[in-house]
């Protein structure tokens, strides 16, 4: 584990303006030509990432670079042959950035920091305002986080434009806005607000910041979760008596009650990345298990079944395996299974309390929130190594495109 990592703020310490000048640096080169609210659609390698990988030129992943090894001398009678010493296992580095929440163990605001994962770089801070903050939501072209914060009292959402901690407020209201989601093409943010007198789901225009509207129920709709094909919004609503998964158009239209549980409440919607398929989270069976079932609510099926408590699912990149948390009286370990609910079995540390573990873009990688209040990044082979440093309490991870 890395103990010498040092978190880097703006008014802690001198070094901060030089952190962020060089993460400045590092980035503009891809990022300076688009403005603060110009986004760019989600297909393809920004130029940040083709600067990154350029200037570090990491192995590809999953790809490992052992010490090259020195020659030995011939063996001869007089010296037998020299055996070298075994290498240390090393971990291939995965590419991105990774965005976290972090305050000290007294404070009670948060600030987002950043790692380089390329590298590996300490964390740099990017905000230093002391409020609270929550819901770190990358764009799909990975040059804004946006998020929600309440620096005045009221939670409203925030748009930072990661090349230069720019930020934009986007919402104005005095009751709570939270849960930003981005469309896949990056133009536009669903979030659940409390505006109405109930928690209703809104969505709006990052480059003008008009807002829409697109539930209007007596109940509460929340959590948003668009479809990767971006054709539509998975949302959870107790609009006929029990939380239930609902789906709806982009514009908000057609909604569609795709879970029909009495007994207790199904939540947790995690999109396939072919938009074919929805894990969530449902207690019909007394326990918190996971399930799936098509876009459209069909084949509903139970994939785990024990006596923990399985929740927090989410699906790999190419779509052949589910990860998820799994654990009793606050001791969840990270669990990997394949699509079909095969195979389960545990990656990393065990008997710790995590959460929020999150994929890497390629999908030969996690993050997480790990014992000691620290992000921990893991392989798919068990090997873990913490990117904070300790004495700060961080959470909500969040990988970038």
């Not at 395996?321 to 299974?337: E, H, Q, R, T």
């Not at 190594?385 to 004495?391: A, F, K, L, M």
Request: one cysteine or more; glycine letters at 10%; hydrophobic letters at 35%.
């Amino acid at each position: 584990m890395q103990s010498n990592q040092i978190i880097k703020s703006k008014n802690n310490h001198r070094s901060w303006g030089l952190g962020l000048f060089a993460l400045a640096v590092f980035l503009l080169a891809g990022l300076s030509g688009c403005g603060p609210l110009e986004l760019t659609g989600a297909s393809g390698v920004s130029d940040a990432e083709a600067t990154i990988i350029a200037e570090s030129n990491p192995a590809p992943e999953g790809e490992e670079t052992g010490p090259v090894a020195t020659p030995q001398p011939a063996a001869t009678e007089e010296s037998p042959a020299m055996q070298p010493a075994p290498a240390e296992p090393t971990i291939a580095l995965p590419h991105g950035w990774v965005a976290y929440l972090s305050k000290s163990n007294s404070g009670k605001g948060a600030e987002i920091m950043l790692v380089n994962m390329t590298a590996l770089s300490e964390a740099i801070a990017l905000t230093n305002d002391g409020s609270a903050k929550t819901n770190l939501s990358w764009s799909p072209d990975g040059q804004y986080i946006a998020y929600s914060a309440n620096p005045d009292n009221s939670w409203n959402l925030y748009l930072m434009r990661v090349s230069d901690g720019s930020i934009t407020r986007l919402t104005n209201s005095p009751a709570k806005d939270a849960w930003p989601d981005w469309s896949p093409d990056g133009r536009t943010i669903a979030f659940e607000t409390f505006r109405d007198g109930n928690f209703e789901i809104y969505a709006i225009d990052v480059a003008t910041l008009a807002e829409t509207r697109l539930t209007n129920s007596a109940a509460g709709d929340g959590r948003p979760t668009w479809s990767p094909d971006g054709r539509w919004i998975v949302f959870v609503s107790n609009r006929d008596g029990n939380a239930n998964l609902y789906r709806m158009d982009a514009n908000g239209g057609n909604v569609v009650r795709l879970t029909t549980s009495e007994a207790a409440p199904d939540t947790g919607p995690a999109w396939s990345p072919d938009s074919q398929w929805i894990t969530f989270t449902a207690r019909r069976d007394g326990n918190p298990e996971i399930y799936k079932m098509r876009f459209d609510g069909s084949q509903q099926q139970r994939l785990t079944s024990n006596n923990a408590n399985d929740d927090h699912s989410s699906w790999s990149p190419d779509g052949q395996k589910i990860i998820y948390l799994s654990g009793n009286n606050g001791a969840k370990k990270i669990m990997l299974m394949n699509a079909d609910g095969s195979n389960p079995q545990v990656i990393g540390e065990t008997g710790d309390d995590h959460s929020a573990p999150v994929w890497s873009p390629g999908g030969d990688f996690l993050v997480y929130k790990g014992s000691g209040e620290v992000i921990y990044m893991l392989d798919l082979d068990g090997n873990v190594r913490p990117i904070s440093p300790g004495g700060h309490i961080a959470s909500e991870p969040a990988w970038g495109p």
